[in-house]
């Protein structure tokens, strides 16, 4: 009896050795990984532009669903829009940019194709406002609205930058109108730095100024630690003084 047990144990084993490997399992083929990319328009973006997002799927796999994300500095995750790409691979999501922002596309895969994803930061300028006070009348001169102040007053020009920079680098720029050569740069002026409302106010004494024309604005000087926006100006405000 003893021959017939071990000749059975070898069969059993040879069974079981035999299950163990299914037909087909070492033949498995990846699915292939459609090229998939993020684009944006050329140039820079001011703040708030709703930016037009180009996503593509190379492989023009027309009718498949992509999900673009969006990721703006110290925010959250944000579904932009979940659509079929078009004939041509293409799907044009918007978003309003307002600070450093991630996007990212994602192809969850179909039968055919694996998933996919492909990302694109941009970064937009802050925005710059400004105002004069201390004028008494405006007048309107080749098209341009001037404010008119005496020189014994003085002109204070605020400013605001959105988001807030608090501590960053505001810099007044003035320029002086020259019949003959048109704006020319006038004088240099240091840094304010931006209060706790992102705020400053600069005063301008005008003794010197009668009988000239100028045109005065902000221009946002971003630091090394300001990651989230670019540097931008204010709008020029133009202005005459008079005696």
Known sequence: MRPKLVA???TV??????????SGAAHATALPKPAM???????????GT???????????LAGGTVSLYATPAGGT???VEKGKVNAAGKLYPVYPLTTTTTFTAVFAGSADNAPATASRTVTPAARVTDAITGYYTTVTISGISYRVFHASGTLTLHSTVTPNKHGECLEPETEQYD????????????CDYLDSQ??????????QAAGDQY???????????????????????????VK
Do not use: I, Q
Not at 50 to 60: F, I
């Open 8 to 10: 059975l144990g070898c």
């Open 13 to 22: 084993a040879g069974a079981l050795g035999f299950l163990a490997l299914p």
């Open 37 to 47: 990319s993020v684009s944006t328009p050329p140039g820079g973006y001011a703040y």
């Open 50 to 60: 709703k930016v037009t997002v180009t996503v593509t799927l190379k492989a023009k």
């Open 77 to 79: 995750r944000t579904l």
């Open 179 to 190: 019949a003959g050569s048109g704006w020319d740069a006038d004088t240099t002026y240091g």
């Open 198 to 207: 992102s705020h400053d106010a600069a005063p301008f004494t005008l003794g």
């Open 215 to 241: 045109r005065v604005r902000s221009d946002y000087m971003r630091s090394a630690k300001d990651t989230t926006n670019l540097s931008s100006s204010g709008p020029w405000l133009y202005f005459e003084v």
